[in-house]
């Protein structure tokens, strides 16, 4: 628990859809959500007729700290569109030090009742304790979760030293050593399907106008049910522009290394419209990187997804 922190009178501004807060008379905001959500909602309505619009057949649906938290929740929305939506199911990680047996309770429920697809696990419970998230007071709840036989979407961070995506030594030699953890975790769980999301923090390996990604990021793709998301405007949007060109050589790197059958196209709804539109975050894959061939893009807009979450074979 944070204590000793400043009144700054820390609020929700609903009709503009921004957080705000006070100093010394000042207000100040932040936009995370984009500028254009009121109440701070994005519900499912609001991204059917932005998948609509986008051509965008069907979505995983994330879940996240900073989102809602209601397994139900979820499943209506999947229920409400059977033929458009998945969804993952929340994990309170930092409880799981602490309420263990509740956290795994919740899991199976959201799983085993409400039918959800997939689990999601942010590896930063790091705010609790600096304890490896692939073992120790972890083991039970990864017992248990991979028991359920979805798959399982890990959100990584940078380990417990760094407090920075931005590029410095620091950033990158604790993500390389949270991929060392999540090696360590497939070789006790390597039938899991599991899926990195968001990709790689792209912002820790900027150098100029390029990404230079070290070839230890793609030593866990060995494991052959290891996937990765695709998804670059939420990432670099405020720091290169459309369509993105300064990532291409990242993009083609990434199937080289992982190949286009491990790699799922994303977006991070609503989040990435701060950047660019729904439709402009599949354009810059589809209508620019030219050196993708039709059956790269068909495995990377949906082919890799389908198999995942077990809508077609292969």
Known sequence: VLTGLPDV???????????VWTIDGEDYTKHYYPPNLQDCEFGSDSLISEMDYAG?????LHTNPMLGRSSAYQAECVRR?????????????????????????????SITK???????????????????????IYRPFWEAATSLNVPIFISLSMGPESK????????????????KI??????????????????FPYRAFIDGDSINL???????????NLSMEVCFPVRIGDTFDFPYREVFPTIQS?????????LLWGTDMPFQNRHCTYRQSRDHIEKYCDFLSQDDLDLIMGGTASRILGLSKG
């Not at 965008?56 to 995983?60: K, P, R």
């Not at 409400?114 to 692939?134: C, Q, R, T, V």
């Not at 931005?166 to 050593?177: P, V």
């Open 164 to 179: 920075s995506w931005e590029a410095s030594q620091s950033a990158q030699d604790g993500y390389l050593n949270e991929l």
């Open 9 to 19: 009178d820390f609020r929700i501004d609903h009709a503009a859809g921004r957080v």
């Open 214 to 224: 070290p070839d230890a990021v793609f030593e866990p793709f060995q494991n052959p």
């Open 56 to 60: 965008v057949d069907m979505a995983l």
């Open 254 to 262: 990434m199937v080289e290394n992982i190949g286009a059958d491990r």
């Open 114 to 136: 409400h039918g959800l697809h997939a689990i999601k696990f942010n590896a930063n419970g790091y705010k609790i304790s600096a304890d490896p998230w692939d073992d120790g």
């Open 81 to 109: 569109f059977p033929d458009r939506f998945r969804s993952m199911a929340p994990v309170d990680e930092w409880r799981i030090h602490d309420d263990t047996d509740a956290v795994i309770r919740e899991l199976e429920e």
């Open 182 to 199: 999540l090696m360590r975790w497939m070789e006790r769980y390597s039938d899991t399907t599991t899926s990195i999301t968001h990709g």
